[in-house]
């Protein structure tokens, strides 16, 4: 059976760090593409990164050089290393897996709030 599990998530001051993980289990993330994705108060969807199967990362153009995507294969988890966090990063963080170009199978996030 296919699960995620999202942790780290946290009330942090602007400008601080965190560090978002999900463990999978049922299956075998080097195997498939990954994503990671958020939804603000009142707002709809928004990806914000994945990386492939073959290791390749994107990352939305708003979090660049601030959010790094990465995964532990030992560890069967996916990170997502966030730094230099702003208010409008307030969101829950959800992890899926790609299927068919499609996030698939999402855990069940991880609060994420920024705010003085």
């Known amino acids: 059976q296919v699960q995620l599990v999202e942790s780290g998530g946290d009330l942090v001051q602007p400008g601080g760090s965190l560090r978002l993980s999900c463990a999978a289990s049922g299956f075998t993330i080097s195997s498939y593409g990954m994503y990671w994705i958020r939804q603000a108060p009142g707002r709809g969807l928004e990806w914000v990164s994945h990386i492939t199967f073959g290791g390749i990362t994107k990352v939305l153009d708003s979090v660049k050089g601030r959010f790094t995507i990465s995964r532990d294969n030992d560890k069967n988890t996916l990170y997502l290393e966030m730094n230099n966090l702003k208010s409008e990063d307030t969101a829950v963080y959800y992890c899926?897996?790609?299927?068919?170009?499609?996030?698939?199978?999402w855990g069940q996030g991880t609060q994420v709030t920024v705010s003085s």
């Open positions: 899926a897996k790609n299927e068919k170009a499609a996030p698939v199978d």
